[in-house]
């Protein structure tokens, strides 16, 4: 399977834990994006990087959340002191951005749903 | 900033007829896509059709097709032969074209749930 994975796919914390998520891309996909996905929501757009640089944080991404992608391969997502308001499934996605074209078709993870007891 | 709307949240169609999921849109770009994926239960979100903005003529793909009203900022989904695994949540999304190299990133509607019944 050569698609977009993650891992873990669920993942069960206590509130005040520090939880990393982890997501591997398509191979020799230049963009790796998060999102979060609320019950009820459509996934809202978290952070992004073109290969190792993190270029954008979304507002919703406070500072208890960390992103990385050490040498532009794997990604992870950590959240520290997690909050009940955390729980949630974290997709990622990744693409093959080329200038000419203007736009990225986006290959979504199965996610990582976070449940925060 | 962009915003989409998809205001039914759950929809039901017989399997082999036809059904149609409304979306619109609001933004101040000229050049954008427009696209509709599809969740499964427990699997993971896969693109079904993309339309750019600045084509007229709707983008079709097998069963599944556009209605794009640009004017009106709408751009709903028709299935055409519902199968039973068109059962998924569907979500439209929008996705701001830039050719600088910025951020790509897509803004999803609320999704809604179609169920095909057998």
């Known amino acids: 399977d050569t698609g977009v994975s993650q891992d873990p796919r669920h993942k069960i914390t206590k509130r005040g834990q520090n939880v990393t998520f982890r997501c591997d891309p398509i191979?020799?996909?230049?963009?790796l994006y998060w999102y979060r996905q609320t019950l009820g929501q459509g996934p809202e757009f978290l952070t992004y990087?073109?290969?190792?640089?993190?270029?954008?944080k979304s507002r919703l991404l406070s500072d208890r959340f960390s992103a990385e992608r050490p040498k532009g391969s794997f990604s992870t997502l950590e959240i520290q002191r997690t909050e009940q308001g955390d729980s949630a499934m974290y997709l990622c996605?990744?693409?093959?951005?080329?200038?000419?074209?203007?736009?990225?078709?986006?290959?979504f993870g199965p996610g990582t749903r976070l449940t925060v007891t | 900033a962009q915003t989409v709307t998809q205001s039914q949240p759950e929809m039901s169609v017989q399997e082999a007829e036809t059904v149609t999921l409304s979306c619109t849109y609001d933004?101040?770009?000229?050049?954008?896509?427009l696209f509709w994926y599809k969740q499964p239960p427990s699997r993971q979100m896969i693109l079904v059709i993309r339309?750019?903005?600045?084509?007229?003529q709707n983008a079709t793909e097998n069963r599944f097709s556009v209605n794009f009203q640009k004017a009106a900022k709408s751009f709903s989904l028709k299935i055409s032969d519902s199968q039973l695994g068109d059962t998924a949540m569907y979500f439209c999304?929008?996705?701001?074209?830039?050719?600088?190299?910025?951020?790509?990133?897509?803004?999803f509607g609320k999704g809604i749930t179609l169920s095909v019944r057998p």
């Open positions: 996605a990744s693409s093959l951005y080329l200038w000419r074209e203007g736009w990225d078709e986006q290959y």
């Open positions: 191979s020799e996909h230049n963009r």
């Open positions: 990087f073109q290969n190792e640089a993190q270029l954008e």
């Open positions: 933004t101040s770009e000229s050049n954008y896509y």
């Open positions: 339309q750019e903005a600045y084509k007229q």
């Open positions: 999304a929008f996705m701001k074209l830039h050719y600088t190299g910025a951020n790509s990133k897509l803004t």
